[in-house]
DNA sequence: GTGAAGATTAACT
DNA sequence: GTTAATCTTCACA
């Protein structure tokens, strides 16, 4: 079933706990694909050097994280790709969800073309790459994600225990002392990761 | 209007 | 491990 506004509504670092293990799904013309949610990262605008919205910034490219949780927040870096996070917390709270890697599910044939490549494994493992893959872009940005287009399902799928784990982020090390915030979530047995699992 | 930097990726040494 | 590709967004004039 899909998430409700509720869901999204709640501090950014309860919301990723349970966002491990879910289900994104997008639909467009070419067709549908969904993807499992094995690695994402969260970001608080309000003390989190590492975020766009820190210091409460508010721009016209944060504008969306001031609102009330569920919308996707879409940006563009490094001039050749494209970031989804989910957007989180109350109104007038900028906290989002950066989603870094997927387990492909539904779609995969389709992913693959916008891709081009034929490995499965490296089709949704990065933030720029599931993005390709699942066709998102800036025509995205801040969609409803209780809407029909896209959002993110249960399936009934569930960790086992243990499973989900905590590090360190990824390449935000200009942040200062956010880098060793532990607001990075994973599936810990997942092949579809990024990166490789760090040393504990 | 102009310039610098970036929540990345792929290719190369 | 290092670096180029490439362009939006933001800060400042």
Same mark, same amino acid.
């Given at each position: 079933?899909?998430?409700?506004?509720?869901?999204?509504?709640?501090?950014?670092?309860?919301?990723?706990?349970?966002?491990?293990?879910?289900?994104?799904?997008?639909?467009?013309?070419?067709?549908?694909?969904?993807?499992?949610?094995?690695?994402?990262?969260?970001?608080?605008?309000?003390?989190?050097? @590492?975020?766009?919205?820190?210091? $409460? %910034?508010?721009?016209?490219?944060?504008?969306?994280?001031? +609102? *009330? !949780?569920?919308?996707?927040?879409?940006?563009?870096?490094?001039?050749?790709?494209?970031?989804?996070?989910?957007?989180?917390?109350?109104?007038?709270?900028?906290?989002?969800?950066?989603?870094?890697?997927?387990?492909?599910?539904?779609?995969? @044939?389709?992913?693959?073309?916008? $891709? %081009?490549?034929?490995?499965?494994?490296?089709?949704?493992? +990065? *933030? !720029?790459?599931?993005?390709?893959?699942?066709?998102?872009?800036?025509?995205?940005?801040?969609?409803?994600?209780?809407?029909?287009?896209?959002?993110?399902?249960?399936?009934?799928?569930?960790?086992?225990?243990?499973?989900?784990?905590?590090?360190?982020?990824?390449?935000?090390?200009?942040?200062?002392?956010?880098?060793?915030?532990?607001?990075?979530?994973?599936?810990?047995?997942?092949?579809?990761?990024?990166?490789?699992?760090?040393?504990?």
């Amino acid at each position: 079933m899909k998430l409700e506004r509720s869901f999204y509504m709640r501090d950014a670092l309860t919301v990723s706990r349970e966002l491990v293990g879910k289900v994104l799904v997008h639909e467009t013309s070419d067709g549908i694909t969904k993807g499992r949610i094995v690695e994402i990262e969260a970001y608080k605008g309000d003390i989190d050097k @590492a975020a766009h919205s820190y210091g $409460r %910034k508010r721009t016209e490219r944060t504008e969306i994280q001031f +609102g *009330p !949780g569920g919308y996707a927040y879409i940006y563009f870096i490094y001039g050749m790709h494209f970031c989804m996070n989910v957007v989180t917390g109350a109104k007038n709270s900028p906290e989002a969800i950066l989603l870094r890697a997927l387990e492909p599910l539904d779609g995969i @044939a389709l992913m693959e073309e916008r $891709r %081009k490549t034929g490995r499965k494994s490296s089709l949704c493992n +990065g *933030p !720029g790459k599931l993005c390709r893959a699942m066709g998102i872009d800036k025509s995205c940005y801040g969609l409803d994600l209780c809407g029909n287009r896209l959002y993110v399902e249960d399936d009934g799928w569930e960790a086992g225990p243990g499973k989900v784990m905590t590090t360190k982020r990824i390449n935000i090390d200009y942040a200062e002392e956010a880098v060793d915030f532990p607001w990075r979530f994973i599936l810990a047995d997942s092949p579809y990761l990024s990166k490789r699992l760090p040393k504990l």
